[in-house]
């Protein structure tokens, strides 16, 4: 007796028996199953579609395969949105590569933002990169995310600050989640290099936020150190940590652009 697998049985966490194959990395199977009249863009499960779940995982060969196979390159869905965003918030370089090079929308933007935000706020220079070079644009201002320049500026990756200022984006720009300025943020979280830039670059010395100017949120960043450092929190008092905050919070050097 002859049995004949349906391949787009749907159910489980995966959603289809192609979404697991591919968030595996399963080439073989996932060629097999399209073989099979799988369909590339049955949407479902954990990661929304098989092509998602690809990028997710890094596995580059997989998507190429979907890719081929009419997967749609800007399909959304899943706990992660848009496939593009997946992969740049990821660090899976040569899958944004592949996704830009079938199509994919620089722009798009969905419920957990844009591409360049995701890349920016995880520090993947590489890939801020080639989605700026595709056309992403640097002052896009998600209404809950807030642009690329402030999500850079929290996370302290200067040289992503660097680049995104030479190719455009606005050193005062403000909004969404962060809701104060990129100096601001830069400030609150104690990265004074991020914040020097930034005002070399023309952002505002005196933007407000929660607590206050610059000066006042920098302030902050400084005594909640101090406190964690001194022994708050459960710690005991640390003098290498002590010196080595001091010997890179350059107060004055903020100071001084006033």
């Known amino acids: 007796m002859e049995i004949v697998a349906e391949v787009n049985t749907a159910g489980g966490v995966c959603g289809s028996t192609l979404q697991a194959a591919s968030a595996e990395g399963n080439d073989a199977l996932v060629s097999l199953l399209l073989q099979g009249g799988a369909d590339v863009n049955a949407a ?5 579609n098989a092509l998602q779940g690809a990028s997710m995982n890094g596995h580059t060969n997989t998507v190429q395969i979907l890719l ?5 390159v800007d399909a959304d869905g899943g706990i992660c949105g848009q496939v593009l965003r997946v992969a740049s918030a990821k660090g899976h370089a040569e899958i944004v590569r592949l996704l830009l090079g079938h199509g994919a929308e620089v722009n798009a933007s969905g419920i957990w933002g ?5 890349a920016c706020a995880n520090g993947y ?9 595709s056309g992403a644009e640097v002052n896009a201002m998600d209404a809950f995310y807030g642009s690329a320049l402030q999500a850079a500026s929290a996370g302290g990756y200067t040289d992503i600050v660097r680049f995104l200022l030479e190719n455009g984006a606005e050193a005062d720009i403000a909004g969404g989640y962060h809701t104060h300025s990129a100096v601001y943020v830069a400030s609150e979280k104690g990265h004074t290099d991020v914040a020097r830039l930034l005002l070399q670059k023309g952002a505002r010395y005196d933007a407000q936020g929660m607590y206050g100017d610059v000066t006042a949120a920098e302030s902050l960043a400084r005594r909640c150190l101090d406190y964690i450092i001194l022994g708050g929190f459960g710690g005991g008092r640390h003098p290498a940590a002590i010196h080595e905050w001091d010997a890179n919070w350059d107060k004055r050097a903020v100071l001084n652009l006033r």
Not at 44 to 48: A, C, K, N, T
Not at 68 to 72: I, L, R, V
Not at 114 to 118: E, I, Q
Not at 125 to 133: K, N, R, S, T, W
């Open 44 to 48: 479902g499960g954990e990661h929304g």
């Open 125 to 133: 220079a590489d890939i801020v990169g080639l989605l700026v070079q």
């Open 114 to 118: 844009n591409a360049l935000y995701a």
């Open 68 to 72: 081929e196979n009419g997967a749609q």
